[in-house]
């Protein structure tokens, strides 16, 4: 069973720097593609950021140039460095991979931005 397990979430002020872990487990195949997503209270789910297994990289305009979304093929990991964070950022964040046709989500991690 393929499992995605964030970690790195909490509390951070406004202009502060945060990395977002996720390791997936339970598949010796790679990930066609890898990414992260956000929910903040009383909104839709929202692409943050995706990698491929190659080098496409794709952001959403709201991060751009704030968050850096990277790769480990070889250990099926992802990683987000949120940098120059602020409150509207503050939402829980999924990892999300794909095999094939086949998506899988984690449960999620817990970021926070607030003085």
């Known amino acids: 069973q393929v499992q995605l397990v964030e970690s790195g979430g909490g509390l951070v002020q406004p202009g502060g720097s945060q990395r977002l872990s996720c390791a997936a487990s339970?598949?010796?195949?790679?990930?066609?593609?890898m990414g992260w997503y956000r929910q903040a209270p009383g909104k839709q789910r929202e692409l943050v950021a995706t990698?491929?297994?190659?080098?496409?990289?794709n952001y959403a305009d709201s991060v751009k140039g704030r968050f850096t979304i990277s790769r480990d093929n070889a250990k099926n990991t992802v990683y987000l460095q949120m940098d120059s964070l602020k409150p509207e950022d503050t939402a829980v964040y999924y990892c999300?991979?794909?095999?094939?046709?086949?998506?899988?989500w984690g449960q999620g991690t817990q970021v926070t931005v607030s003085s």
């Open positions: 339970g598949t010796i195949f790679s990930f066609r593609v």
């Open positions: 999300n991979g794909c095999i094939g046709i086949r998506c899988y």
């Open positions: 990698a491929t297994s190659g080098t496409t990289i």
